[in-house]
Every structure is written in C-alpha cells, then in structure tokens.
C-alpha cells in the first residue's frame, strides 16, 4: 500500500533519469574546462598579474589586427628605479664588453620585469631578474619567455622610447696630445647626468607636484637645485629644436634624440648668458657636451628675467611616438628622478675653455656612433 503511494508512472520516471543524465554530463564538461583552464594559467602565468597596475595601457595591441602601423603609444607611466635601471645596465654592458655567448639587452630584461611586476617598480625584485638570467643562461629565448605576456610588446616599445639612446656604441678620446687625439670604439653608458662633474646639485622627486604661474598645472620635470653658471650637460646626443625665451621655461633648450623619440627639456638658464657660444637650432650637440649654464630665468613674457625664486635646472624628458603627440593635449611627460639617480654614475667633466666669453667645454671628446643617417 505505502509503495503504491510513491509509484511515479513509467514516463515521468524516464523523464526525470534524462534530466539528471543531462544535468551530470554538463556538471562533468563544465569541471573539467575549468580544471584545465585553472591549471594552464598557474603553469603558464605564474606571477604575471592580468591588468598591469599603474599603466594606462590605451591602446592595447590587437592580435587579431595585422596593420600594426596605427597603434600608438598614448601614455607611459615610467617608474623603474634606479636600481633596476643600474642591474640591467651591467648585464647589458658587461655581457657586450666581454662578447659573451649570451648578450643581454636591458630594455628587453626591464619590459619582461615590468610584465611580472604589473608596470609597478616598487615590487622588483631582484630575483626576478636572477630567474630570468638563469633561464636565459639555460638556453630559453626572451620570444619563449615573453609570448604569453601580454603586455610585454608595450613595455618594450614604451621603454625603447625612454632608454633607446642610452646604451650603445661610442668612440672616446683616451689620449691628447699637441696636435691629434685618439679615440677608442666603447660599448656602454652613453648618456651623462645633466650636471657637470664636480658641481654640486641636490633634488627630490618632484614630478607631478602642483604649479600655479600661469595657470594651474602640474610639474612635468625634475628640478635640480645648484649654483648659478653650473654648467648644463646634454644627457643624450641629438639635434637642437628650441633654443630661445619662453614664457614658463625662461632661456631654454630643447634637444630632440637621433631617433626622434625623445625630447630633452632644460630650463631656466642663466641671465645673459645662458648658452655656450654659437649653439643654434639645427645643430647637433652630442652626450656630454656643455649646452648651457645653470639660472632662475622664467616666468615672465619679458625676456631675460629672473622670477624663478631659487636657482635650478628643470629637466624634462617628452615621449613622442608620433608626431601628432608634439604640442598637443596628449604630450607625454614622464617622470625623470629615477633616470637623474642612475646618471649620477656617468658624469662630463669641463674646463673653462674660453675666458674672454667664458665659456666652458667638455674634458674628454666623445663622439656617438648614431647619426642622422642611421634612421
Ligand atoms: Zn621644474
């Protein structure tokens, strides 16, 4: 009696075995495409955080696009340390200097390193970069390494924009005598602090800090605080674009890279004098050369005025990936304190050259192995 009361009629029973034959073999395919997926990410990806934190990536690469031509680069937020900038250097230049079998190249270390701390340089750690030598010493390739990154191809081309001309060859002068100089081919740090050798400057990270002359604005540089007249060293060697009063700068120079990528932007030189004699637009100056000296001219439509209220050096360094980014809303400044440190290492040492106008000039002749010509 009490079985006849739980007796379900024959094709509802069937019915509801379907279901539950349904139900598990969908139970059964969603498990194991999420197993699978689960393992490939913690085999594939360990460490490398989805979303880079702090960058604002705004045009990420499409795979599925094949005219790579149109994507550019809007905006970098450049925060590696001086430490980093300093270990990468050494591998590079040391693994040059000795013809190593294995040349590293400290953009490529630096985008991989960007790419497992999420952009962010405050978590590097150096065994990171331990790790990423010992695979490459045990015959990996940065391809193999990085082809899962996804952000790596931004890093590299973002960091290529700022360090491009940092590194390289160059020739030297190691010897003087009366009449001829000789040169040597080197391989290495080929950028100088904006300071000469031997002058004091002191800064702080200041990038970013609010401005108010003018309008209001932030500060999109670094101030080096010196002596007036210290003479001003060119970081990198390229071709004059400015040169002349403005406004907020004061007398300036702008400096634009052989690879058109970088702008160097050094203002508020000296009162009267502020450019070593007979630079002009157009003209190429290379790495360490005097460009001018040290002042608080600025502020002012008026030309030759100083209403910069403490003595320094601004130094700014634009990204231009296109030329559509000069002069516009979308320029990109970033931020140089950390660049300034590791320059601290690379110093041009100068002599007063020429005391009727008294001028300085560089110690030590130095020419770049990139020209013009080269791109
Ligand atoms: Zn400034």
Redesign the pocket.
């Known amino acids: 009696m009490l079985i006849h009361s739980f007796h379900i009629p024959k094709k509802i029973f069937i019915l509801i075995l379907i279901f539950l034959i349904l139900i598990s073999v969908t139970a059964s395919i969603a498990f194991f495409y999420f197993y699978n997926s689960s393992q490939r990410n913690t085999l594939d990806n360990t460490n490398v955080p989805e979303v880079p934190i702090d960058v604002k990536v705004e045009e990420i690469p499409d795979d599925n696009k094949k005219d790579d031509s149109k994507k550019i680069i809007k905006w970098v937020d450049f925060n590696v340390t001086a430490d980093a900038l300093s270990k990468t250097a050494n591998l590079d230049i040391e693994s040059h200097q000795k013809q190593e079998e294995i040349k590293y190249n400290w953009i490529e270390l630096l985008a991989y390193l960007a790419c497992k701390n999420g952009g962010n340089f405050k978590n590097f750690k150096s065994s990171d970069l331990d790790n990423l030598v010992s695979k490459l010493q045990k015959g990996s390739t940065m391809e193999d390494l990085t082809s899962s990154m996804k952000y790596y191809n931004y890093y590299f081309e973002s960091y290529s924009a700022v360090l491009g001309g940092m590194i390289g060859n160059y020739s030297i002068q190691v010897a003087n005598t009366e009449n001829s100089k000789t040169y040597e081919e080197k391989y290495g740090l080929k950028a100088f602090l904006p300071i000469a050798k031997n002058y004091s400057f002191s800064h702080y990270d ?1 990038f970013g800090n609010s401005r108010s002359y003018g309008f209001k604005r932030v ?1 999109l ?3 080096l605080m010196g002596s007036i007249g210290t003479p001003v060293i060119a970081v990198e060697s390229g071709i004059i674009e400015h040169l002349g009063w403005n406004q907020y700068g004061g007398w300036r120079i702008g400096i634009r890279s052989f690879d058109s990528k970088r702008y160097y932007y050094y ?2 030189l000296r009162k009267n004098h502020p450019y070593n004699n007979g630079l002009k637009e157009g003209m190429t100056v290379n790495a360490g050369d005097v460009i001018g000296y040290l002042g608080m001219t600025g502020y002012s439509i008026k030309e030759n005025v100083n209403n910069i209220n403490v003595p ?1 050096l ?1 130094f ?1 360094m634009q990204l231009i990936f296109d030329e559509s980014q000069v002069d516009s809303p979308n320029e990109i400044w970033i931020d140089v304190y950390q660049i300034i440190e590791f320059l601290k290492k690379n110093r041009s040492e100068v002599y007063m050259s020429n005391k009727e106008t008294k001028d300085y000039n560089r110690k030590i002749d130095f020419k770049d192995s990139l020209s013009k010509a080269d791109f």
Do not use: F
């Open positions: 200041d500060h540089g670094n101030d203002a508020h320094h601004h700014g």
